[in-house]
């Protein structure tokens, strides 16, 4: 069978750090349109609720169950692609399509109509995500991966701050529909420069130590989804991790939706409050966050790799009693210092995990890879968190009322303490099963970076 040829041959990764800064960044922005499309919904909830005349539970369904059904069973088939052709090409094409559907959910006239439109935004989204982890991997050398993929992960407060303060304001001062509009057209713009900006690298060039790099006309190496799986399947810390992310996604998604509905439910905020409220605050501590988290596993991942599942671990379980507390506290202010906490650490653990899971398999592999592990979080997290904490805030609410939303998000946090048992239990294996190495016996230390740097 003939290769598959790259519309734009790979190049070599080492292109200079302004380069590699500027790829970063661009990646960033498109990350940050990824969550602002996926995340507007919730700030745009209560007045959608209102016009529409729909209940927790079609909110929670449409915003994720819907979307999550088609954006992780595409993500699979578009990352093998992702793992044969040109990486810049599918996440523009992606890029280009999520973004069409979001401005039609600005359109959307009934529940039914805007449930197809979040699904429009899913099946475009399924390609933004698992490529930009494989690009990251061949511009960046493996002891700044996890900072890099960290840098990379603030598109994640970023959007979902951003999404949550332009959504509120213009939806204050205009109405939601604007909103959907304005964000969508707003990544059309943005799909040319990524293609015409962002070169596709040579893969793995950048793992190689000592072996001859691959030649950037050389067509990669193929291997089937059965060979991943098979690969996958002697990595048990593959699946450690990515449940352990999938328990705490569970409760940080059903937050990034929930927590404006909180808030003007359960502290009587205005929808421009609550804009600004959880806006700054979701992109502010969330970016300290995602840095700290990355920074940690750069920084104890060097002397032991255990670290990488160590670090998030703790830093999950430690927030329950802040998130718990913010949840049930009356004052607004208190609420909001004690929400600080959960909004720094919620995402604390994309850097050092993500990282990991790019060590688990071959290089030609990752982008598979990643897309299987997305699939697993954002079934589970994105799947079931949002609709979780919905149909339980519908299920309460005769007895509790307008605080039933409350006593639901409080009811989700213990997922935390589930990702804190699966974290532990991956750190105990990664010594052994991180790849392109010499494998390693549980509890032995990792080589110092002087010696390991390409591992």
């Keep these: 069978m003939a290769p598959i040829a790259h519309p734009n041959p790979p190049t070599s990764p080492a292109t200079g ?5 500027w790829v970063l960044f661009i990646l960033v922005v498109v990350y ?18 209102r016009d529409l005349s729909l209940t927790d539970t079609q909110l929670g369904l449409m915003s994720g169950a819907a979307f999550a059904l088609f954006y992780t069973c595409l993500g699979i ?30 359109q959307a006239l009934t529940f039914t ?41 603030f598109g994640v407060p970023i959007g979902s701050g951003l999404g949550m303060l332009f959504g509120g304001l213009v939806a204050s001062a205009v109405d939601w529909r604007v909103a959907f509009l304005s964000v969508g057209l707003g990544g059309l713009v943005l799909a040319p420069i990524l293609r015409l900006t962002v070169r596709e690298p040579a893969r793995g060039a950048l793992d190689a130590q000592g072996a001859a790099p691959a030649l950037p006309t050389a ?35 059903g937050l990034l939706f929930w927590m404006p509905s909180f808030f003007m439910r359960s502290h009587g905020l205005t929808l421009a409050e609550t804009a600004w409220f959880v806006g ?23 002397r032991r790799r255990a670290a990488y599942a160590i670090v998030p671990g703790v830093m999950l379980v430690a927030m329950v009693p802040f998130l718990a507390a913010a949840v049930l506290v009356p004052s607004t202010v208190a609420a909001f210092v004690l929400f ?11 850097g050092p995990v993500y990282s990991a899971i790019q060590h688990l398999v071959a290089p030609r592999m990752r982008a598979t890879a ?27 609410a005769p007895r509790f009322g307008a605080d039933a939303l409350r006593y639901s998000i409080l009811v989700a946090t213990g997922f935390y303490f589930v990702s804190g048992v699966l974290f532990a239990a991956a750190s105990r294996r990664l010594h052994a099963e991180w790849h392109g190495r010499e494998r390693l016996t549980p509890g032995v230390p990792a080589p110092s970076r002087r010696h390991a740097g390409s591992r």
């Design 340 to 350: 600080s906490v959960p909004m720094t650490l919620n995402a604390s653990w994309t």
């Design 77 to 106: 088939p578009i990352a093998r692609l992702a793992d044969r052709t040109s990486r810049t090409w599918i996440m523009t094409a992606a890029l280009a399509v999520w973004s069409g559907f979001t401005a039609l959910c600005g």
């Design 32 to 49: 940050t349109f990824n969550f602002v499309d996926r995340v507007i919904v919730g700030i745009l909830a209560e007045p959608i609720k």
């Design 280 to 302: 700054l605050g979701t992109l502010v501590f969330g970016i300290a966050g995602i840095w700290l988290g990355g920074w940690a596993g750069d920084r104890f991942g060097a």
């Design 219 to 253: 067509p990669p190496a193929r291997d089937s989804i059965v060979d991943v799986c098979r690969a996958l399947a002697r990595t048990p810390s593959f699946f450690l991790l990515a449940f352990g992310a999938s328990s705490a996604s569970i409760v940080g998604y």
């Design 17 to 21: 750090p302004l380069y590699r800064a």
């Design 113 to 153: 109509q805007l449930l197809l439109a979040r699904v429009g935004v899913g099946v475009g989204e399924a390609g933004g995500v698992a490529p930009a982890f494989s690009l990251i991997s061949d511009y960046f050398p493996p002891a700044q991966r996890a900072r890099a993929l960290a840098v990379f992960s």
């Design 370 to 396: 990643s897309a299987i592990f997305l699939f697993l979080i954002n079934l589970i997290g994105i799947g079931g968190g949002t609709l979780f904490v919905g149909a339980l805030s519908d299920a309460l």
